[in-house]
């Protein structure tokens, strides 16, 4: 298992459309060619070649959402972000399986996300099942919590969007209030998406943690924020 592991983290590396922060302690971003590259306010420019919006999945995985909606919406550039490279890995084969080339990932720490966009440079972000963490003193490692919000603030366009999507209730519950209390507006809060029959063709799109939880008879719960300055 440790070997298929550090086999798929060497050759997530070698894909061109992946990025690596490679040092917390001295971020920056390295290539295929384990090349430094500066994308910060050039993600278009450099990686999409055009000018069509961006949009993030912040700790995608295996980047479900990310490949999905890519391939519903190729007019628009999607970036998944996740620290696990074994998991980009699944995702970026998936991504030449596919031939898009509106995708690319981002490897890093989410709370480092700033260094990497540019203000005004995102225009919608989707957190699809992020981890709980349940316990009282990892709060603040929740990407709800409003240090992230601040982060996701300074990178997104002005009434950019926020989508949450989880069966955690209990997280939930606090990403609800912790928006309101930063002071975004909430125009979707939809618990049990599935069960009061509002889920629409993008939020019925299941990631493979969703279909999981699914046949474990857990509700899944939606909501959608506008982004405000």
């Not at 999409?48 to 990310?66: M, R, S, V």
Request: with cysteine.
């Amino acid at each position: 298992m440790a070997k298929a592991k550090m086999k798929k983290l060497s050759e997530v590396s070698t894909f061109p459309f992946v990025f690596e922060n490679k040092n917390f302690l001295a971020p920056g971003l390295s290539n295929y060619k384990n090349e430094s590259i500066e994308l910060k306010g050039k993600w278009n420019e450099i990686v999409f070649h055009n000018t069509n919006p961006i949009i993030l999945e912040l700790a995608c995985g295996k980047a479900d959402y990310t490949i999905s909606l890519a391939q519903k919406f190729p007019h628009i550039n999607f970036i998944g972000v996740d620290i696990k490279g074994d998991r980009i890995w699944k995702g970026a084969n998936r991504v030449v399986e596919h031939k898009l080339n509106n995708v690319a990932f981002l490897r890093t720490k989410i709370d480092q996300i700033d260094l990497f966009f540019e203000a005004n440079e995102v225009d919608e972000i989707w957190i699809t099942f992020p981890d709980p963490f349940p316990k009282k003193g990892d709060i603040n490692k929740r990407l709800s919590y409003s240090t992230f919000l601040e982060k996701y603030k300074q990178i997104t366009k002005t009434n950019g969007i926020l989508h949450f999507k989880t069966d955690a209730i209990d997280l939930f519950d606090f990403t609800e209030e912790s928006i309101r209390e930063f002071g975004w507006t909430l125009t979707r809060v939809e618990r049990d998406i599935y069960g009061n029959g509002l889920a629409d063709e993008i939020t019925s799109i299941k990631t493979f943690y969703e279909m999981m939880h699914l046949a474990d008879g857990r509700k899944i719960n939606y909501l959608q924020a506008i982004i405000s300055k």
